[in-house]
C-alpha cells in the first residue's frame, strides 16, 4: 500500500490520472504537501505524447454550418451552386501534358469476394457499393478505351475464380456482374492465386498492348498456398503492371505489390473517393521510359456493317445471323466490333473506335478562369456552346484590379464569374460546357468551330504574340498541327495570329 500521496499517484497508469490529479491540490491539511499533483516519469511521457498525437476525426467537432453563407435574398441557393461548381472543377484540373500511353489495353480485374466485404463502413456495403462501381466501371472503361478488353476475377474461399473471360464486349462483364448480386461473400482472398490467374489471361496478350491488373481489396490479409514473391517477381519479368484499392486500411504486400510492378494503390476515404479511384484507372497510365520504342505499324481492319438476304452462321459465335461485320481479309463475319477475327488474328475496329482512343495521347487543355474585371472587358455575355446568358458583373468588381481577381480565381480553381475562357480560340464557356467538353466530347467547340484561317486574328491568350499550336506560323502547303488536343486545320496561306 502507497505510504504517501506522491507515491500514490505514481503507482496509478496514466489513464487514471486525471481523476488522480485533485489529490494534491485539494484543501485541508493534504493542500500543504504540494502545490500541483508528484507526476512520475512515466505520467510526463505520455502526457507529452498526448500533446503530440494528433486528434482523430472523431475527437473534433465540424462546424460544418459555419461554411455556409446566405446570399442577398436570404437563401442558400449560391452557395449550393457554389459548391456544385468546385466539385465539377476539381474533376477538370488534370495534367493535360501530352504523354506516350497504350490505348490498346489489356486489363484484369480481381474484385474482393470474402468475408470483409459484408461491412457496412461503405453504404450499404462493401460488396454492393463495390459491384455498383463495378458496374459504372465497365461502361465508362469501354466508352474511353473501345479497342481495349477487360477480364473479371474474383477471390473467395481462399481460391480465385472466373468471373468474366477477357473480352472487349461490355454486355458480357455487365451480365457476369448481375450474376454476382444474388450471392454472398464469404471466406477469405488469396491474393497469390488471384495474381497467378491474372497473369496466365494475360499470357497472350500481344505485346503492342498493356498489361495491367487492378485489385479491389477489402480484407487485411491474403491467404495463400505458396511464396507470392515468387509470383510479385514473374509479374515484373511479365511487365504486368499491378493496382490496387482499399477498402479498409493499407496493407504492406499490397503497397509492395504495386511497388515493384510500376502500378498505384490508394485507400478509398468514403463513397464518393472510391469511386473517384475506382473511375481514376479508366485512363490509360503512361508508358514507361525503357518501353517507348520506336513506333511500329500496326494492321487493322475496318470493315461495314453488311446485311444479308439469308441468315448466316457468324465466326464468333456460331450463331444464325442476318447482320454482321466481314473481315477485311478472310471474309469471315463477327458480330460486333471491336474484335479480333476468329479465322485470321485480324484486329476489326471501326474509324469512330480510334478517334474515341486518341484524346488520351492529346488532352484537351484546361481552361482558364475569368475574372470579373476581365468578364467585363471582354464584351461577351454568353456561353459561346450552349448560348446561355453569364450574369452581369457586380459595379464594386468592374474597376478591381485584373491581376488580383485572376489569382484569386485561380487559387479558388473555381471563376468567380462562372464562366471559363480557352486559351487557344479566346472564347468564353459555362461550368456545364466546360465539363461536357473535357469529359465528353475532348475538343473545344471554338476551336473546331473557327473559320477565321488566312485573316489575322486576336487572341485573349498570354502573352502579346502568340502561336499557331505553339509551333508559330502555318506555311503554304502544310498539314496542319495538333498540340493539347486542338487540331488545326492546313492554311493555303500564311497566317499568324497576334
Known amino acids: 500500500m502507497a505510504d504517501s500521496d506522491g507515491e500514490y499517484v505514481e503507482d ?36 507529452k505524447e498526448k500533446q503530440g498525437r494528433r486528434r482523430a476525426a472523431w475527437e473534433d467537432i465540424q462546424r460544418s454550418w459555419d461554411t455556409v453563407v446566405e446570399g442577398a435574398d436570404g437563401s442558400l441557393s449560391s452557395t449550393v451552386e457554389g459548391l456544385l461548381e468546385a466539385g465539377k472543377r476539381q474533376r477538370l484540373l488534370r495534367d493535360t501534358t501530352p504523354l506516350q500511353r497504350g490505348i490498346i489495353r489489356h486489363l484484369i480485374l480481381i474484385l ?43 477471390m ?49 496478350a500481344p505485346s503492342h498492348g498493356t498489361r495491367e491488373v487492378l485489385i479491389i481489396s477489402g480484407a487485411l ?38 511497388s515493384k510492378t510500376k502500378g498505384d494503390y490508394s485507400v478509398a476515404l468514403h463513397e464518393e473517393h472510391f469511386r473517384a479511384l475506382f473511375m481514376g484507372v479508366t485512363t490509360p497510365p503512361p508508358t514507361r521510359s525503357k518501353e517507348q520504342n ?95 446568358g453569364f450574369n452581369k458583373p457586380p459595379p464594386r468588381q468592374v474597376g478591381e484590379g485584373k491581376k488580383e481577381g485572376r489569382r484569386e480565381a485561380m487559387m479558388k480553381a473555381v471563376s468567380e464569374s462562372g464562366r471559363y475562357v480557352c486559351e487557344v480560340c479566346g472564347e468564353h464557356f459555362c461550368i456545364d460546357c466546360d465539363v461536357f ?12 468551330g473557327d473559320t477565321r484561317a488566312g485573316k489575322k486574328v486576336k487572341g485573349r491568350g498570354k502573352g502579346g504574340k502568340g502561336k499557331v499550336g505553339g509551333e508559330g506560323k502555318l506555311e503554304e502547303g502544310g498539314e496542319g498541327e495538333k498540340e493539347g488536343g486542338d487540331l488545326y486545320a492546313a492554311s493555303p496561306k500564311r497566317m499568324e495570329v497576334d
Open 12 to 47: 496509478l497508469s496514466d489513464d487514471d490520472l486525471p481523476t488522480a490529479a485533485p489529490l494534491g491540490t485539494g484543501t485541508g491539511r493534504h493542500a500543504t504537501r504540494s502545490s500541483g499533483p508528484v507526476k512520475g516519469p512515466e505520467a510526463v511521457r505520455g502526457e
Open 112 to 154: 474482393d469476394l470474402s468475408f470483409a466485404m459484408t461491412e457496412k463502413d461503405l453504404r450499404p456495403t462493401r460488396y454492393l457499393l463495390t459491384l455498383r462501381h463495378a458496374t459504372s466501371f465497365i461502361t465508362e472503361f469501354f466508352e474511353q478505351n473501345p479497342i481495349s478488353q477487360l477480364g473479371i476475377l474474383g
Open 156 to 204: 473467395r474461399d481462399g481460391l480465385a475464380k472466373p468471373i468474366s473471360a477477357l473480352s472487349g464486349t461490355p454486355t458480357v462483364h455487365l451480365a457476369a456482374l448481375g450474376k454476382l448480386r444474388t450471392q454472398d461473400p464469404q471466406g477469405s482472398p488469396s491474393l497469390q492465386n488471384a495474381l497467378e490467374m491474372a497473369r496466365a489471361g494475360l499470357f497472350h
Open 221 to 258: 490479409l491474403s491467404s495463400d498456398p505458396g511464396d507470392i514473391h515468387t509470383t510479385i517477381a514473374s509479374l515484373t519479368t511479365d511487365r504486368i503492371r499491378v493496382s490496387a484499392i482499399g477498402l479498409a486500411a493499407q496493407v504492406a504486400i499490397l503497397s509492395e505489390i504495386c
Open 294 to 388: 520506336q513506333s511500329s505499324l500496326l494492321m487493322m481492319g475496318f470493315p461495314s456493317r453488311t446485311v444479308a438476304k439469308a441468315p448466316t452462321l457468324c465466326a464468333c459465335h456460331s450463331k444464325l445471323t442476318r447482320g454482321g461485320y466481314l473481315c477485311s481479309r478472310c471474309g469471315s463475319k463477327v458480330c460486333s466490333l471491336p474484335a479480333e477475327c476468329p479465322a485470321c488474328g485480324l484486329t476489326l475496329i471501326l474509324s469512330t473506335h480510334l478517334a474515341r482512343s486518341y484524346h488520351h495521347l492529346f488532352p484537351l487543355r484546361n481552361w482558364r478562369e475569368v475574372s470579373w474585371s476581365e468578364a467585363a472587358g471582354s464584351g461577351v455575355g454568353s456561353c459561346f456552346a450552349c448560348g446561355v
Open 437 to 448: 467538353a473535357h469529359e465528353v466530347v475532348h475538343n473545344c467547340p471554338g476551336c473546331q
